[in-house]
């Protein structure tokens, strides 16, 4: 495949990625600017409530993960009705594991706010948040899933269009409960939940018409959904290391304060919108390597691995120029405090350089996803710990505060964290132990 038609290929699953993945970080935009106005309190409620509701369902990733590649892998083989077979038992996985982690996870609610020893007054909103949002933990993973299915068969354009619908009507859901109907913080949940569960409608109709095209059948079957669960189990542990990085991160910027929180909150909110903006090349390469290795086509698998990497360090550069250009007014957008948007400016300024390099790990995580190799991100999982963990032990222990305690926060997630995962995923791919051809 000459390079020109490489580069249109990447493009063509990209493009409409990005603004699917853009959608989901847009979702927690809405959540955190129409709830950053009601005060500071409910905005570090909201972070703390995010944070769990991250966690699950970043534990639950490996649905759409572990999908792509599986579908993909029989795709280009040339057999779609094992391919979306394959897909459709993901689904069945998803409604399942939703359904547990729903009821277990209301239940559960006040256990896990009280887990960040946040103060009474921010609990409280983070209970009311979570507690709600739990209902819509199921949509989430079929969504999840259903997206997987479709990346997978090469359409990226579909989830686009769902992902589109699904954030207006938040946005619009999210203004009327929260401030016509007078619903604060619980407002802003119940919207949200409304919202995923019209997305999945909206799947459920694209999938039957796909399952009857290539006459695979809607049923699950019992080897299929377990064959995902299995194949999704070293994306799970690798998953877990992820979230632990990121609740340590929350727990430390609970301990700094109040207004340390919400700042972090901000910086987040804007990190993860970056990463799912960058993660759409990630996305095209998971489609594409999985696709290649199911045709035995190793050549063309290293070609998308070397084009979308010069891809995501520029395409890096680009997002981090446009963060620093609105790091000023960032802050005030949120909250409309300008002593807030002066403490998560510095913080925001180092998220802009470190763009590049997480524009870099993305593609290389979705490449090895892609190749299947997810024992080894299990195992690199656990090793990007060992240098950042004690790098916020250090600095829960000087308990800096302000603007130079966030900063240094955003020092230790955006620079020693995803500097230890580039490490890790480069070191891989350098050799050829990630190539395993056919579906």
Not at 23 to 52: K, Q, R, T
Not at 79 to 91: C, E
Not at 223 to 237: D, I, K, N, Y
Not at 403 to 425: E, H, N, P, Q
């Amino acid at each position: 495949m000459a390079a020109p038609t490489l580069n249109r290929e990447i493009l063509r699953l990209a493009v409409p990625a990005l603004g699917a993945l853009v959608a989901e970080p847009l979702f927690l935009i809405v959540d955190a600017a129409l709830v950053g106005h009601l005060g500071i309190v409910p905005l570090a409620g909201l972070g703390i409530a995010s944070a769990v509701l991250q966690t699950i369902v970043g534990l639950m990733v490996f649905l759409a993960y572990s999908t792509t590649p599986a579908v993909a892998r029989r795709f280009g083989a040339g057999d779609p009705t094992r391919a979306v077979s394959a897909g459709i038992d993901g689904l069945w996985l998803a409604l399942g594991l939703g359904a547990i982690l729903a009821i277990a996870g209301s239940l559960t609610t006040p256990w896990l706010v009280a887990l960040f020893g946040a103060p009474a007054d921010v609990a409280e909103q983070a209970e009311i948040y979570l507690g709600l949002s739990m209902w819509g933990l199921p949509a989430m993973l079929v969504v999840f899933a259903a997206t997987g299915l479709l990346r997978g068969m090469q359409d990226t354009v579909t989830p686009l269009w769902i992902a589109g619908i699904g954030f207006t009507l938040n946005a619009l859901l999210n203004w009327v409960f929260i401030y016509g109907l007078g619903w604060g913080i619980a407002g802003s949940a119940a919207g949200t939940v409304v919202a995923q569960w019209s997305m999945v409608g909206a799947y459920a109709f694209v999938v039957g018409r796909l399952a009857r095209r290539h006459a695979a059948s809607l049923r699950p079957k019992r080897e299929g959904v377990s064959g995902s669960a299995r194949s999704g189990g070293w994306l799970f542990l690798r998953t877990v290391s992820l979230r632990v990085a990121l609740l340590a991160t929350v727990g430390v910027a609970t301990a700094l304060g109040t207004e340390e929180l919400a700042g972090w909150q901000i910086a987040f909110t804007i990190f993860a919108t970056a990463a799912f903006a960058l993660d759409a090349l990630a996305i095209a390469a998971q489609a594409l390597i999985g696709k290649g290795l199911g045709a035995g086509d190793e050549p063309f698998v290293r070609r998308v691995l070397g084009r979308t990497l010069a891809w995501g360090a520029w395409f890096g550069v680009a997002v981090g120029g446009l963060i620093a250009a609105l790091s000023g007014v960032i802050g005030i957008v949120f909250t409309g405090d300008p002593a807030i948007a002066a403490v998560v400016q510095p913080a925001l300024l180092v998220l802009a350089v470190a763009q590049p390099v997480c524009g870099i790990v993305f593609v290389l995580d979705g490449v090895l996803i892609g190749a299947g190799d997810t024992r080894y991100l299990a195992i690199a999982g656990g090793l990007n710990l060992l240098p950042y963990v004690p790098a916020l032990l250090a600095l829960w222990l000087v308990h800096p505060t302000g603007a130079a305690g966030l900063t240094w926060l955003a020092v230790c997630f955006f620079g020693v964290y995803m500097l230890a995962r580039l490490g890790t995923l480069a070191w891989r791919v350098r050799g050829a132990h990630w190539l395993t051809a056919g579906a």
